[in-house]
């Protein structure tokens, strides 16, 4: 982060990025319209999520991610750091539970972004290159803490196919968020799209290419093809700020939930995108003003 933090109380710190953290989650959860996703106007393709139950969610992580940058200024042996924010996002995971009624809303973003959170309150730096590149060498180490096995959809799918999923992405440093949906959100602001467009567009980015195992984990191989040749479609149509874009995300939507099947692995990446350019442009864009109505359906 920059250096004018230097001076700030190491709980400011923590407390700021903890903030952040959950501003990104809930950005992304209201960010519309999102095939197939939970978002500030539908459930998508899910019957036990909503959008309050997203936020609700995102807001009962943030004393996780605030621990776990108060856990990254206190040391300086990444073995023992890896150790203890093991040990706090198990802890954040069970808060997240608690207020969701024992729902899954987060847990893939508890371990991205809680790294993230990790390699900023290291970095004190805002070059997401280098908090990714640290993030990656924290995910690298393995928990003693953490079990042999979970037996969550995401990890039985990330076996089954042969795909990296949440831990390939992190132990790569997060290739599909700073060299994907980063560059994609900055290109549609500066080609002139809106808000909502340009972070819909990096979302798209994202679902065009990952092997997301939320998507494998529902439908196999044919439904994670129609996620992907989807996302490929709605930005070659131009992307979510233009018309035909609209038509084809419609589209996308409209397949997506024949097939019951939700990328939420993507919408996770979109989350830590969204965390890493606030960090780095203090972009604050209310979420909801943005989502409704700048974006709709009537095409």
Not at 29 to 49: E, I, Q
Request: overall charge neutral.
């Amino acid at each position: 982060m920059p250096m004018l933090w230097d001076p700030i109380a190491r709980t400011d710190v923590a407390q700021y990025l903890a903030e952040q953290a959950v501003a990104a989650l809930i950005d992304e959860a209201t960010l519309a319209p999102k095939p197939g996703l939970v978002d500030f106007r539908s459930s998508g393709a899910h019957t036990d999520l909503s959008w309050p139950l997203m936020c609700a969610s995102a807001r009962a992580l943030q004393p996780a991610f605030a621990t776990m940058a108060l856990a990254a200024l206190d040391s300086d042996d990444l073995p023992v750091l890896r150790r203890r924010i093991g040990c706090i996002g198990r802890e954040g995971e069970r808060a997240m539970l608690h207020a969701t009624r024992g729902v899954n809303t987060h847990r893939g973003a508890i371990w991205a972004i809680g790294l993230l959170v990790t390699a900023a309150a290291r970095s004190f730096d805002d070059a997401h290159q280098k908090v990714a590149v640290l993030a990656g060498a924290l995910a690298r180490i393995e928990d003693p803490g953490a079990p042999l096995t979970t037996g969550h959809k995401g990890e039985r799918a990330r076996l089954i196919y042969g795909v990296g999923g949440a831990k390939g992405q992190a132990r790569a440093g997060f290739p599909h968020v700073v060299s994907v949906a980063l560059p994609t959100l900055r290109r549609s602001r500066a080609a002139g799209d809106m808000e909502n467009a340009a972070r819909l567009n990096a979302l798209l980015s994202v679902m065009a290419t990952l092997d997301d195992t939320c998507v494998l984990a529902r439908g196999g191989t044919a439904a994670l093809a129609c996620v992907q040749d989807g996302a490929k479609a709605v930005l070659a149509a131009g992307g979510a700020g233009t018309l035909p874009g609209r038509t084809a995300l419609r589209e996308l939507e409209m397949a997506l939930l024949e097939r019951n099947v939700s990328p939420g692995g993507a919408a996770d990446l979109l989350a830590a995108a969204l965390f890493l350019d606030r960090l780095g442009n203090e972009h604050t864009v209310d979420a909801t003003a943005t989502s409704t109505g700048e974006i709709n359906w009537n095409v």
